[in-house]
């Protein structure tokens, strides 16, 4: 049978961008041709704040002070773990070299970016996880210079937990702006501040649309929407675990999709018969959060088989993707299209959006079809080298001036046919197109 929607959503998580990309296309312009001055102005308008954009060194201890030891003990475990889960990532990239033909020699070598620019959003939360992700990447890559931006909260500044955390993790400087205004400084390298040679980190459609417009100009790590989550569970799943991993991921925001995909009505009519509940027991503005996101965008979907439910979490392309249910091995090899997989009740997105160790920068809205999430690999160039003998190249150069003919590049030919001549002066070569 076709998949059957116990309940559907009534939005999308696709935002109406008109309005957005003139706003942020005239911020851009203004702050390229005014600096530092033009994105102090954006920062007192948007941020309420006038302070220093850049942190001083005393300002950066003043916010390790108010971190307790114990929080300070668990972002300690928790950049450990997103370290050496990067550095074992970095260890699958290597340099190397082979011989295409005799006397013949090409290679690649991975080569970190110099700049980095990682945006770290504000606003209701203190992504401190955020900071960690994006700076820590950046630092095990070998990215040599490293900005951390994230938003103040009026003249009390950033969060000392964010602060702290991108700190610790290799945070070079450290920038107290949002939005926009954030994201050009560090496209353009205002405040004394290095020009980022790519751009990450999430952020909201301003933040989002900012990095798109500027694509190109810089690198980003990809164009992220409202955070979204899928469970895939049986009849083995617990019912108010699986209602409570919804409820933890459509706190995020009001527009932040969660999804359930089950072949078990019971198990289905078990949750949807909680969620008001768990929802109502959070602090009021988690709650008005996750009212809306489950209200507008919250799906459940009953198939008839595994196989169903596999097929549809791939149509969906999920976020955030978790199984609740037996034979874990079966759905980590038929699943294709996510950008995390949490497999078991034992694991959850939470842990991986605050500590286990794997990125939490993801692929959003469906994107996870093509790509994945932030990596090492993300600040990484692999470059492509090449080397030659005069005898090796010999047969490089006829395909070579053969194949330019054909294609009409009279000038790529030649540049063949002169280094024949040179290094071949006695021999009679037939470098016409084929006919």
Known sequence: MAPVYLKQAVKTSITETSDVQSAVSEILARIEQGGDKVAAEYARKFDNFSGPAVLSAEQIATARSKVP??????????????????????????????????GVIAGQRMIPVSAAGCYVPGGRYAHVASAMMTVTTAQVAGVQKIVAC???????????GVIYAADLCGADHILSMGGVQGVAAMAFGLFGLPKSDIIVGPGNQFVAEAKRQLF????????????????????????????????????????????????????????????????????????????AAWRDYGEVILCSDRTEMAAVSDDYAPEHLSVHATDLSWWLETLTCYGSLFLGEETTVAYGDKSTGPNHVLPTSGSARYTGGLSVHKYMKVVTWQRATREGAKNIAQATARISRLEGMEGHARTADIRLQKYFPKQKFDLAAPE
């Not at 050496?84 to 190397?96: D, L, P, V, Y």
């Not at 969660?258 to 959070?282: K, P």
Request: charged share 25%; proline share 6%; glycine share 6%.
């Open 150 to 160: 994230s938003p103040p909260s009026g003249d009390t500044g950033i969060s000392p």
């Open 216 to 291: 190109g100009r810089v690198g980003i790590d990809m164009i992220a929407g409202p955070t979204d989550t899928l469970i895939l569970a049986d009849k083995t799943a617990d019912a108010h675990i699986v209602a409570a991993d919804l409820v933890g991921q459509a706190e995020h925001g009001y527009n932040s999709p969660v999804w359930l995909v089950t072949d078990d009505l019971a198990l289905a009519e078990q949750v949807l018969g909680m969620m008001d509940r768990l929802i109502t027991e959070l602090p009021e503005l988690n709650r008005i959060n996750a009212q």
């Open 69 to 102: 030891q114990r929080l300070r003990d668990d972002m300690k475990f928790a950049h450990d773990n997103i370290r050496r889960f990067a550095q074992a990532q970095k260890e699958t990239m290597s340099n190397m070299e082979m011989e295409i033909s005799p």
